[in-house]
């Protein structure tokens, strides 16, 4: 019999302790979507966008954070066991242990928490912290620069138990994820934009990418945004903002990110987003690419 890889181990600890948990690949990330997960619709039974652990009937780690389960005779089972021979790491679900974690991407997100949130335990990580309290709500991605929540429907990297005691969810942290990124209600305006900006080589003279490699990730990253209409637009947002920064971080400019950011706040807007919201969340994930180019 072949010795239990180590990644096993930390995760049969873990979901021992109540934890559910995961096995992520080379990257730091989920394993992929099998087949039958990926299929159009999914023979699997599918667990849309992943907002429920089910009712897929898929036996293999698919799904993300909707795939984590504290169940040992899973973890050890035949379909996991050649995913754990390839697992570089161990990943968990918060929300699903009651937990949320603040991550803290940089010195200087590490440096605002301590002035503007309340101590609990912390988990250093390759460039700041895990801040980790008791208690679940939404999660968030870019909530201010250098700084996403992980609860619900996430997924963290287990890099060890921390040190300090753990405190309970506080105000000040569920007021990162404002109650903005909905759509209201049929007949209500969220907000209006002026006549907006448009990518173009005019404002990209600097840009080493070619304008049809620029606009095709664009409109990709808008149909990604305007399809959240019921919610998660504006994450969405931060989201394509952050991605489409990230490819221009070798050119040496200008490439019109502001162009592109206005673009992706009026899909934001076109959704429901409220403006200000909106442009907050572009803004920060824009800001975000550049740190972590730095």
Known sequence: ???TPEVLRVALALAAAGVPVLPLRAGKVPFG???????????CGGRPNMKAAGP?????PCHAWAA??????VLTSPVWAPVWREAVAVAYHPGGAGLTVVDLDNAAAVEWAREALPATRTVPTARGEHWVYRGT????????????IKSAMQYARWLGPGTG????LPAAVRALVEKEDTTPARGEVASSLPA?????????????HTERYVRTGLERGLALVRARTE??????AFGVARFLAAQHTGCPGPCGLVAIGEEIVAAAVSVGVPEPYARRAVTNGLETAVERAA
């Not at 005691?165 to 309970?168: A, D, L």
């Not at 919610?231 to 969405?236: K, V, Y």
């Open 68 to 73: 984590s389960t504290i169940d040992p005779h």
């Open 56 to 60: 897929c009937r898929c036996l293999a």
């Open 1 to 3: 019999m072949s010795a």
């Open 231 to 236: 919610s998660g637009a504006g994450s969405q």
């Open 33 to 43: 979507n099998c087949r039958s997960c990926t299929g159009r619709p999914p023979r």
């Open 137 to 148: 709500m939404q999660s968030a991605n870019g909530v201010r620069p250098g700084v996403d």
């Open 196 to 208: 907006r900006a448009t990518w173009g080589r005019s404002v990209a003279t600097g840009c080493r």
């Open 165 to 168: 005691r753990m405190t309970v």
